[in-house]
């Protein structure tokens, strides 16, 4: 049977002939014709190919093949009213649902690793699916192909039927292989300059780390240029100085064996923001996911103070 061709109207008429098991009186109960009702009944029996009610004697009934099917369709067409009728329910531990977020490689390291770890015990059914920020992410949301998206703000201009909340500030750290012996437990605004630098990039745009150097004239000796996922392991065994993001730097730096200290010039901080839907924003899965990035974030306080990583 072809389910594009069942009109969910044949069901209603269904049950309510077989409750009636009368044309007549199932015509009035759905207030339609009778004319009308024996035109559904006919399509009943093209679409069953079954006679749907036999007459004995001065009374309808229901055939073999219709009695079985009452309970099944009555069942159906009562979840199928509880479906639009009752507000839709989110149990993280039980229900099985797929998320697609989308996030750089840092943003990922700072708040969505954390929340895969969570995951394994808070919500085992949930499935999540984590994406790159692609140019058209706003389109993509709009979609209902990613369910959320965490981006530094300002990006693009956001319209009225996104939801966006800051999810966390990150401030910078200076970074350095922790065996660097040009280094010690402070840096100057001299010394920096005077290191060879690792820069971050984005792409084709300067990174904000990069457009306030130049806006507060930091001298830096440049002599790589890479992404900030690649940024802290580059640094191994050289005299390199970077700045990274501290939450990105405390994750890896123990792995990548760096030594962290506060900046020596003042610097706004990394910020990231998700941007979701407001189609999305009542659904209580939606609603739960977007929670459980606050709260991780909430929990989550990076330092600027240096760290010791050994």
Known sequence: MDLAHVDLNLLVAFDTLMVEQNVTAAARRLSVGQSAMSSTLSRLRALLNDPVLERQGRTMVPTPLATSLIIPVREALARFNSVLTEPPT???????????????????????QPLLVELRHAAPHVEL?????????????????????????????IADHFGQKQLYSDPYVVAVDEANPLVGDTMTLEQFSSLPYLASSSGHDDTLVETQLDSLGVARRL????????????????????????????????????????????????IETMVWSTRNSEDPGHSWLRGQLIDIA?????????????
């Open 223 to 270: 002599e790589v240029t890479t992404g900030f996922g690649l940024a802290p392991f580059l640094l191994r065994d050289t005299q390199l100085v970077a700045l990274l993001p501290a939450s990105l730097a405390s994750t890896v730096g123990a792995g990548a064996r760096l030594k962290l200290l506060e900046p020596p010039m003042q610097l706004e901080p990394v």
């Open 90 to 112: 989110f149990t993280a531990d039980r229900d099985r649902r797929s998320f697609t977020v989308m996030a750089s490689e840092y943003a990922a390291l700072a708040v969505i």
């Open 298 to 310: 909430a929990r989550r306080t990076w330092s600027t103070k240096p760290v010791d990583q050994r």
């Open 129 to 157: 699916r984590i994406r790159s920020v692609s140019t058209d992410f706003l389109d993509e949301l709009t979609a209902g192909i990613v369910d959320l998206a965490v981006i530094p703000p300002g990006v693009v201009p």
